[in-house]
T-cell receptor, first 115, second 114 residues
Framework: KNQVEQSPQSLIILEGKNCTLQ??????????LRWYKQDTGRGPVSLTI?????NTKSNGRYTATLDADTKQSSLHITASQLSDSASYIC??????????????FGKGTKLSVKP | DSGVTQTPKHLITATGQRVTLRCSPR?????VYWYQQSLDQGLQFLIQ???????AKGNILERFSAQQFPDLHSELNLSSLELGDSALYFC?????????????FGNGTRLTVT
């Protein structure tokens, strides 16, 4: 069964610090991996999208990495800000459509940035 | 602003009732997806439409149905509502249906069933 697991479930850090969120997946055949940011009560917003051949992609203070061999991805946030407080969702796209559609969502990591 | 519009933003109704959620996709997007997000849960895929035709179906209950109209807006109908149907319902749209199509989400409809 296609699955996406994220860790930690939640994380509290101080403003200005860095953090790394993890995503492990068992999705086949793999198409791409996406990270989304979801503010409370809002829709997810895309941060990065990476295909099989890409192992790093940045979007401002957000840097995502992908290791297709170990089926792991990480999202690194640099110099965190209060506005980074949100849920970060890892989404893996499969080439074939199953009962979950093409996109398999992780449950997210809830990040709280404290002053 | 993603360009995806969902109405209403909030909906409170009683068990046994029927409601309709509406989604207008981003201009130019032909594909519409519906997702359910219960409290502290991940997004659960319900159904996908492309240019008016159903393309994929997830774990959507028989009490739920959806359609996409010729002007590409979509409606999700929820009937015989139960307390457990209380959730955020998100609509997303994309240009195509392929696995590489970027997805743009609306800000959801929060449904509360009392």
């Amino acid at each position: 069964k296609n699955q996406v697991e994220q860790s930690p479930q939640s994380l509290i850090i101080l403003e200005g610090k860095n953090c790394t969120l993890q995503c492990n997946y068992t999705v086949s055949p793999f198409s791409n991996l996406r990270w989304y940011k979801q503010d409370t009560g809002r829709g997810p917003v895309s941060l990065t999208i990476m295909t099989f051949s890409e192992n790093t992609k940045s979007n401002g203070r957000y840097t995502a990495t992908l290791d297709a061999d170990t089926k792991q991805s990480s999202l690194h946030i640099t110099a965190s800000q209060l506005s980074d407080s949100a849920s970060y969702i890892c989404v893996v796209s499969a080439l074939t459509r199953g009962s979950q559609g093409n996109l398999i969502f992780g449950k997210g990591t809830k990040l709280s940035v404290k002053p | 602003d993603s360009g995806v519009t969902q109405t209403p933003k909030h909906l409170i109704t009683a068990t046994g009732q029927r409601v309709t959620l509406r989604c207008s996709p981003r201009s130019g997007d032909l594909s519409v997806y519906w997702y359910q997000q219960s409290l502290d849960q991940g997004l659960q895929f319900l159904i996908q439409y492309y240019n008016g035709e159903e393309r994929a179906k997830g774990n959507i209950l028989e009490r739920f149905s959806a359609q996409q109209f010729p002007d590409l807006h979509s409606e999700l109908n929820l009937s015989s509502l139960e307390l457990g149907d209380s959730a955020l319902y998100f609509c997303a749209s994309s240009v195509g249906v392929g696995p590489n199509s970027p997805l743009h989400f609306g800000n959801g409809t929060r449904l509360t069933v009392t």
